[in-house]
């Protein structure tokens, strides 16, 4: 009967520090936000300069009409379907988690395995991706573009 118990907290024992490695791999950073960094707009990971020239990503009139850009540290890509109108997205391609390139020809393109993404909406339009790339908030003060904070 003792041997038997003793397997039992053995395997009890194996059991809770398996979980116990799990959960601190899955938790680690110390951050509440359960993993959901990467799709933050760029405020996950980097705290340097502190909060208020995080949310400026740059001059409006850089991007053009019909076009966009990728701001790559912010981990997001602000387009301009027309005139005054601008919306941003993940620049986190929904296929393989690559980064988005670059805003060519009304389309945001993935250079890994060339899904491409409408401008306006984030809608895929071409390539193995399957679903949008999630939105971001921006907004246009002083000619200035800004993201907002999630």
């Keep these: 009967m003792s041997a038997s118990t003793t397997r039992r907290s053995v395997l009890a024992a194996a059991g809770a520090a398996s979980a116990a490695v799990t959960l601190a791999a ?6 509440d936000s359960s993993g959901s960094d990467e799709n933050a ?3 996950g990971g980097s705290e340097e300069g502190g909060g208020g020239a995080k949310g400026e990503l740059g001059k409006a009139a850089d991007i053009p009409e019909g076009g966009g850009k990728v701001f790559k540290e912010q981990k997001v890509v602000v387009t301009r379907p027309s005139g005054s109108e601008y ?3 993940s620049a986190t391609c929904t296929h393989k988690g690559c980064s988005v390139s670059e ?4 389309t945001i393109i993935c250079p890994c395995h060339d899904s491409k993404f409408d401008i ?3 809608s895929v339009k071409g390539g193995p991706a399957t679903k949008p790339l999630p939105p971001a908030k921006v907004s246009v003060k002083g000619g200035s573009i ?3 904070e999630g």
């Excluded at 805003?103 to 009304?106: E, N, R």
């Design 146 to 148: 800004h993201l907002a």
């Design 26 to 31: 899955c938790g680690s950073g110390g951050s």
């Design 41 to 43: 707009g760029g405020d």
């Design 103 to 106: 805003v060519k020809g009304g």
């Design 87 to 89: 919306k941003a997205f």
């Design 120 to 122: 306006s909406d984030g």
